[in-house]
Structures are given as structure tokens and as C-alpha cells.
């Protein structure tokens, strides 16, 4: 398996613009989560998934923030609109269960503009 | 709630000497416990884990002990090499629901220089 695949790696945006991020999980892994990286803060869950369902999003932000999962094999993190302070690197891991290691991908690192 | 502290960045050793990264957690009921790296442009790898207490997770030459008694994991290695240099991230997992759901220390910089 290629492992959890992020896109883009990189993302340049302007304030006030839509950004998308996308992830696929290792295939056959039942939950996915989304996973925020910043000097500050450090690493802080966002959101996760277990079966496509959200679970916990206690961690989105704010509601500029959204994330979905259509399917076991793709998810999005949304930003509508996109704000300076948004800029960091944005890890998405999937897990087999619950109890099982998380693998992270490769993170996108944006910079909003 | 969960927490987890790190000793502060960056540590910068010479080749060949001893590392040590320490790493305290807060937690309700029995997490299991990990060390992630994060080498420069790459996404996190788990390094190690213990899940009880007393275990020891160890791999690349790196160990960790957890320690119920004085909620530790800290990180060592005998003899660091070069390619060692990248940013390590003390985990836990929850223990109350989702195991895999992870709160992270703030990471420490380690510099290895020849």
C-alpha cells in the first residue's frame, strides 16, 4: 500500500478564498483523522471519522472549517473562507481500528496569504 | 483532560553521544504511549510504543519506558548518529474511547552535528 496520500503538498492562497485538502486513507482502515500543525499550538486534532461518519470535530476551529467523508477511500478538510491564521501544515492518519497505530501522510502545508 | 510535556527544543548533540528527550503525560485510566518522528519535509512516523505499564517499546535504537509511577516515556539513545535530526513528538492515546486518537507533546528539535 502507498500509505495515507495528501494533495497538494503545497498551497498558496489569498485570503478570503476557498482551499480544499484532500487525503486517502490506507486502504481498509476505519477511521481517518484530520490532524493541524502550527509553531503555537502544535499538533491538534481536528476532526475524525470511523466508517465515513464523523465522529468528534470538538476540534474544527470554527465553522469556516467543515470535513468530509464520501466514501472509505476519500476525505476533505474545507476552508470557506480562508483567513492568514489558517496557514500551517495539515496532517490527515488513518487507523485499522480503534486500537491500532495511526499512519499519517505527508502532510499539506498551507499559507494563506 | 489528556496532556502531554516535552522538555523544550532544540537539543543539539555531537555524533555518537547520548540522547535523552523527556516526556511526562497526564491522563485518566491507562493510555498507550508513543514516540512519533518527523523528519524535514515528511509526515510523522511512530518511532516506538508501549502499551502497559513497564513495557519498554524500542526500534532504530531508540527506547522508551513507560513509567506509571512517575507518568514518563522518556526517549534515549546510546549513541546518536547524523541522520537522527528531526523533530520528536511524545504521544497518547485515548484511553477512554478511541485508542488511536492521539494528543501530542509540543515536539523537541533534535540537531545532530559530525
Known amino acids: 500500500d502507498a500509505g495515507v496520500i495528501q494533495s497538494p503538498r503545497h498551497e498558496v492562497t489569498e485570503m478570503g478564498q476557498e482551499v480544499t485538502l484532500r487525503c486517502k486513507p490506507i486502504?481498509?482502515?476505519?477511521?481517518l483523522f484530520w490532524y493541524r500543525q502550527t509553531m503555537m499550538r502544535g499538533l491538534e486534532l481536528l476532526i475524525y471519522?470511523?466508517?465515513?461518519?464523523?465522529?468528534?470535530d470538538s476540534g474544527m476551529p470554527e465553522d469556516r472549517f467543515s470535513a468530509k467523508m464520501p466514501n472509505a477511500s476519500f476525505s476533505t478538510l474545507k476552508i470557506q473562507p480562508s483567513e492568514p491564521r489558517d496557514s500551517a501544515v495539515y496532517f490527515c492518519?488513518?487507523?485499522?481500528?480503534?486500537?491500532?497505530?495511526?499512519?499519517f501522510g505527508q502532510g499539506t502545508r498551507l499559507t494563506v496569504v | 483532560g489528556n496532556s502531554v510535556t516535552q522538555m523544550e527544543g532544540p537539543v543539539t548533540l555531537s555524533e555518537e553521544a547520548f540522547l535523552t528527550i523527556n516526556c511526562t503525560y497526564t491522563?485518566?485510566?491507562?493510555?498507550?504511549l508513543f514516540w512519533y518522528v518527523q523528519y524535514p519535509g515528511e509526515g510523522l512516523q511512530l518511532l516506538l510504543k508501549?502499551?502497559?505499564?513497564?513495557d519498554k517499546g524500542s526500534n532504530k535504537g531508540f527506547e522508551a519506558t513507560y513509567r506509571k509511577e512517575t507518568t514518563s516515556f522518556h526517549l534515549e539513545k546510546g549513541s546518536v548518529q547524523v541522520s537522527d535530526s528531526a523533530v520528536y513528538f511524545c504521544?497518547?492515546?485515548?484511553?477512554?474511547?478511541?485508542?488511536?486518537?492521539?494528543?501530542f507533546g509540543t515536539g523537541t528539535r533534535l540537531q545532530v552535528t559530525l
Open positions: 492518519a488513518s487507523s485499522f481500528t480503534e486500537r491500532t497505530e495511526a499512519f
Open positions: 486502504s481498509g482502515h476505519d477511521y
Open positions: 471519522f470511523n466508517n465515513n461518519v464523523p465522529i468528534d
Open positions: 491522563a485518566t485510566g491507562y493510555p498507550s
Open positions: 508501549a502499551t502497559k505499564a513497564d
Open positions: 504521544a497518547l492515546s485515548d484511553p477512554t474511547g478511541t485508542a488511536s486518537k492521539l494528543t
